[in-house]
C-alpha cells in the first residue's frame, strides 16, 4: 500500500494508510449514481444562487424600501459566508458522518431560501442569507465528496464530471433564470426557486444513502481557527468584489496577508497544508483558479462589450454567452468517460489546451464581433471547460487520502471560487489601465493568459510525498476493494 506524509494538528508528521474506508462511503462494488445526481444539483443550486439574486437587486430595494447598496448586501451575505468558511468546513466534515452532513445542509439551505423569500425587511433577509451562505459552504465541500464516495474509482471521473459540469452551468443560467422569474413574478421568486430541488435531493438523500454517524459539535480551538481564516478569506472576496467597480481595492486584499499567514502557521493550517504537499496538489489547485479566473473575465467583457457598446439586446447577450454553457454541458460526460479510459491528467489538459484556444480566438476580434463570431469561440472553450472540469477534480479527489476527501474537496472548492471573483475584477483593471480603445482585447487577452497557465500546472504532476498517487482512475480500482 502506498503512504502518503502528512501534519496533524499538533505539527507532527505521520505516515497515512490507506486503510479501512471511511464513514459514508459506498460498499466496494456498487455504484450509486442517484447520489452523484443529488451531488449535481446541489451544484447547480449553490452555484445559482451564487449569481441569480443580482438581477433582482432594483425590486428587492424597491420592495423593501431600502438602497440598492443595502439590498445589494443580499448577494454579499450569502457569497462571504461560503467563501469565509469553505476551509474550516471542509476540516470539521472529515469527522462527520457524510449523510447527516448532507440532509442537515440541504435541509438548512432550503429553509432559508423559504425565509429569505418572506422577509419583510431587510435585516431579515441579510441574516437569512448569512445563514444560508453557511450551509452553501457545506454544501460546496459536499459535492466532490459525495460524488468521489458514491462509485467505484474506476468510475470517478464519470461521476466527478456531473457535479463539475452542473456547478458551472448554475452560475452561467442564474442571470437568465432570474430575469425571467422577476419579469413573471416577481423577486420573491428568485428564492424560492431553488426550494423544490433542495426536496429532491432530501428526499434521494434520505433513502439511498447508507447511515454512518451523526454530526459532532466543534471544539473551542476549532471555532478560534475558523475564525481566524473566515476573517482572512473573508476580507480577501471583499477586495476582490470591490475591485470589479475600483480596482484600487484590491490594495485591501494585502490586509488578509498577516491573517492568513498567522492561520497558516498554526494548529489548523498546517494539517490542510500537509495534505497538499503529500499529494502534490499544489499546482492542479493552481490549475482550477487559473480556469475559473479566465472563465469569469471573459464572461464579464464579452457580456458588458455586447451590450453596453456593440448595442447589443440583452436577449441576444445572453443567448450568445449561451454558447459557453452548451459547449460545457456536452462535453461534461465525454470527458469524464475519456479520464476513466486513458486517465485523468491528460484529458484534464486536453480540456484546458482547447478552452485556451477558444479564449485566444477572441483576442483578435477586439471590438468588432458580431454575435455569431463570438459564439463559436465561446462553444469551443465550453466545450474545453467540460473536457477539463471532471477529470480536474477526478484527479483532485482520487489523490486525496481517504480520511481527508472534504479537506482536500474545500480546499479546491475554494480556489475556484476565488478564481471567479478574480477574473472580473483583474478584467477591470486591464480595461482600465489599456484605455477605451483597446480595453477589450486587453481583458480578453488576460482572460486567455489566464486559461494558458492552467496548462502547464496541469501538464506538470507536483512533487508528491513518500509514495506516488495513482493519476488514472482505474489504477486504483483494487485499493477500494482491500
Excluded at 173 to 202: E, M, R
Excluded at 369 to 379: F, G, H, T
Excluded at 475 to 482: E, M
Aim: proline letters at 7%.
Amino acid at each position: 500500500m502506498g503512504q502518503s506524509a502528512l501534519e496533524d494538528e499538533g505539527g507532527r508528521v505521520t505516515q497515512h494508510v490507506p486503510g479501512a474506508e471511511p464513514p459514508g462511503r459506498i460498499p466496494a462494488g456498487e455504484d450509486r449514481w442517484a447520489l452523484v445526481a443529488v451531488s449535481g444539483v446541489l451544484a447547480f443550486v449553490a452555484m445559482l444562487d451564487m449569481n441569480i439574486v443580482n438581477v433582482a437587486l432594483a425590486d428587492i430595494a424597491d420592495g423593501l424600501h431600502v438602497s440598492t447598496a443595502t439590498a445589494q448586501w443580499a448577494v454579499l451575505g450569502y457569497q462571504l459566508p461560503v467563501v469565509a468558511l469553505l476551509l474550516p468546513v471542509g476540516r470539521w466534515l472529515d469527522g462527520v458522518g457524510l449523510r447527516s452532513a448532507v440532509l442537515t445542509a440541504t435541509c438548512g439551505f432550503g429553509l432559508c431560501s423559504a425565509l429569505a423569500a418572506a422577509a419583510p425587511w431587510a435585516a431579515w433577509l441579510i441574516v437569512a442569507r448569512l445563514v444560508q451562505g453557511a450551509f452553501a459552504a457545506v454544501l460546496f465541500v459536499l459535492m466532490p465528496v459525495l460524488a468521489v464516495r458514491s462509485v467505484r474509482p474506476e468510475k470517478r471521473g464519470r461521476a466527478m464530471s456531473v457535479p463539475a459540469t452542473l456547478g458551472p452551468l448554475g452560475a452561467v443560467t442564474g442571470p437568465a433564470v432570474g430575469g425571467l422569474l422577476l419579469d413573471h413574478l416577481g423577486w420573491h421568486a428568485v428564492f424560492l426557486v431553488k426550494i423544490p430541488f433542495c426536496v429532491l435531493a432530501l428526499v434521494v438523500a434520505w433513502r439511498v444513502m447508507p447511515r454512518d454517524g451523526g454530526l459532532r459539535r466543534p471544539d473551542r480551538r476549532s471555532v478560534a481557527d475558523a475564525l481566524l481564516v473566515a476573517s482572512g478569506v473573508a476580507v480577501l472576496l471583499l477586495a476582490l468584489t470591490l475591485a470589479s467597480d475600483r480596482p484600487a481595492w484590491l490594495v485591501l486584499a494585502l490586509a488578509a496577508v498577516p491573517t492568513l499567514w498567522w492561520w497558516s502557521r498554526g494548529p489548523g493550517g498546517r494539517p490542510v497544508a500537509g495534505v497538499l504537499r503529500a499529494t502534490g496538489l499544489f499546482r492542479a489547485h493552481g490549475a482550477v483558479l487559473s480556469l475559473a479566473a479566465g472563465f469569469a473575465a471573459m464572461h464579464y467583457v464579452v457580456a458588458l462589450h455586447l451590450q453596453r457598446d456593440n448595442g447589443v439586446s440583452a436577449t441576444t447577450t445572453g443567448l450568445t454567452v449561451l454558447a459557453f454553457p452548451l459547449g460545457m454541458g456536452l462535453a461534461g460526460q465525454i470527458g469524464g468517460r475519456l479520464a476513466d479510459r486513458y486517465g485523468a491528467r491528460p484529458v484534464a489538459v486536453t480540456g484546458a489546451v482547447v478552452t485556451a484556444t477558444g479564449l485566444l480566438l477572441l483576442v483578435p476580434l477586439g471590438g468588432g464581433w458580431s454575435p455569431l463570431e463570438v459564439a463559436w469561440r465561446l462553444a469551443l472553450a465550453g466545450v474545453g471547460m467540460g473536457l477539463n472540469g471532471g477529470p480536474t477534480q477526478a484527479l483532485v479527489m482520487g489523490a486525496a487520502p481517504r480520511d481527508r476527501t472534504a479537506t482536500v474537496g474545500s480546499t479546491m472548492q475554494l480556489a475556484r471560487t476565488l478564481g471567479f471573483t478574480l477574473g472580473p475584477a483583474l478584467a477591470t483593471a486591464a480595461w482600465g489601465l489599456a484605455g477605451p480603445d483597446q480595453g477589450v482585447r486587453a481583458g480578453l487577452a488576460l482572460a486567455a493568459t489566464a486559461a494558458c497557465l492552467a496548462v502547464p500546472l496541469l501538464a506538470l504532476p507536483g512533487r508528491r510525498g513518500l509514495a506516488p498517487v495513482p493519476e488514472k482512475t482505474t489504477d486504483a480500482a483494487p485499493a477500494a476493494h482491500n
